[in-house]
Nanobody, 116 residues
């Protein structure tokens, strides 16, 4: 399964980054798409998710700062991250869960480092 994540990098506290995740058309239109993250020494956690029709959900720790969206023209999911904090430092993963299944496909991660 192709899930190509990009956009990570080093940013200062208070800064912004936008992550992108491109996938195949069939995967995109048939899946719940989400971003997870894993910080050093911590378990992976769900950051944000979006359904095929655009309903979204967020972890409490990112509400009001992060926005997940989907581009139906380019089969891409975005995660706009604003007001970044050092505790947002993690490897961020794009995931796709086909509707009607419990299977979750994972892409390669992209590292986000928030530091001054």
């Amino acid at each position: 399964v192709q899930l190509q994540a990009s956009g990570g990098g080093l940013v200062q506290p208070g800064g912004s980054l936008r992550l992108s995740c491109a996938t195949t058309r069939s995967m995109f239109i048939g899946s719940y798409m989400a971003w997870h993250r894993q910080a050093p020494g911590k378990q992976r956690e769900l950051v944000a998710g979006i359904t095929r029709v655009g309903n979204t959900n967020y972890a409490d720790s990112v509400k009001g700062r992060f926005t997940i969206s989907r581009d139906d023209t380019h089969d891409t999911v975005y995660l706009q991250m604003n007001s970044l904090k050092p505790e947002d430092t993690a490897v961020y993963y794009c995931t796709a869960q086909p509707i009607g299944t419990t299977t979750q496909h994972w892409g390669q991660g992209t590292l986000v480092t928030v530091s001054s």
